[in-house]
């Protein structure tokens, strides 16, 4: 087995000792017949290796060899490492590698759809260019999506979705560390589980069937079972018509499901610790990761209080009003309203992250529990990160005649999920629960403006590939 070494491990200690490393090829320029300089990447670092005609080195024809690489080809380099005298521009390490065998392991296209340079400029950048650099141009979202393997080589592209990782890690450790059990639903199920018309239907070997829009239905049974307390990290399925910078017809749904002793506010202390040790968690693990984000697409880091920020339905609609907003307390928010109260609350609470609760119960779904004070409203909340929802949540109907009465008010067809209207008819606990889009908590953290950048291969109205 032969001792490979790391590209991001080259430093000066390495200095006259021979070394093995394997990357990419970002840049070639070469120099004269006799001396080349290619820029190896690997894991985001950069090293300049020098490839010198010399007895001790290599050939003349390995010179023009290397100089007629390809850019992106994956290489094999032994060479000793030197320190120039001068600072090294081209690369992240301050050393270089004086090539003494080189082997190409896999050779890229001459003519590569995306450049490395230019994947890595902002969108702003490359529509601010359109007009001069065609070429340029044509680097837009859709090219980037069409060709999403040489896109996501960039450092921007490493960070979101390393970052996305760490989300995911934090959700599932914070729970089990609170006693929460990760458990998988269903993605075929029989009918709707959210209501609406934004499912796939599917023919489920002579059954009709459908793509589980949320995995509610099984996550609130396997409450009625006697998990105490539930999470999943899976996919969840919609089939959304419109094309905005938010939603997708597949995303990854982080979902909650827990018994409640007394009130809803259980849950949204759930929400709360979850988040902190999110968010704190990004900032104090995803430093570099953040940084390489923030290159490419700038934005400022999150406000967020150590205690989250927990406003009614009717404040947050008080507080629009108030600021000239036309809207009624028992009005839906658009997304316009939604972005005009982020901004209202950072003014006055100074934070980008809250909770608003009692949503009208006409706007929520059939399952969710209508307040005891005042049935016009409902035990439900809705999170905002920079005035765009993050999580829905609720406290769940447990009694089954109810639930049946609101299914059937909400337009559901009850047959469809009478298995799950039945778990409630032998003993249910009280409880509640929420269900979380892992991208638009990464898109809405570093201020991502489209959820296509923190998807890694998206599903929206109109792409199924790659
Ligand atoms: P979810 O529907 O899963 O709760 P959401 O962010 O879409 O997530 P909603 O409360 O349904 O939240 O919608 C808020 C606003 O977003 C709606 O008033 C509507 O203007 C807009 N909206 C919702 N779904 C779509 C869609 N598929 N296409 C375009 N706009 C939508
Ligand atoms: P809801 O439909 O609000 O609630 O979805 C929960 C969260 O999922 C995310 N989300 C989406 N992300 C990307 N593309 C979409 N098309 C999309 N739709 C929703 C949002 C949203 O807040 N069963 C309930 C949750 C619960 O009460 O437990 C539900 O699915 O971040």
Known sequence: QRKWNEIGSLDENLKDKEVLIRGRVQTIRPVSKTIAFLVLRQKGFTVQCVVTAAPELVSKQMVKYASSLNKESIVDVYGIVSKPNEPIKAATQQVEVQVSRLYCINRAIEKLPINFEDAIRSEAEIEAAALENKQLARVNRDTRLDYRVLDIRTPAKQGIFRIQCQVENIFRNFLISKGFVGIHTPKLIAGSSEGGSAVFKLDYKGQPACLAQSPQLHKQIAICGDFNRVFEVGHVFRAEDSYTHRHLCEFIGLDVEMEINEHYSEVMKIVDELFVAIFDGLNENCKKELEAVGKQFPFEPLKYLRETLVLTFKEGVQMLQEAGVEIGFEDDLNTESEKK????????????????????????????????????YSNSFDVFIRGEEIISGAQRIHDPEFLKTRAEACGIDVQTISTYIDSFRYGAPPHGGFGVGLERVVMLFCALQNIRNSSLFPRDPQRLAP
């Open 341 to 376: 109260l982020g901004q209202l609350v950072l003014e006055k609470y100074g934070t980008e992250f809250y909770i608003l609760h009692r949503y009208p119960l006409k706007v929520r779904p059939f399952y969710t529990m209508s307040c005891y004070d005042d049935p016009t």
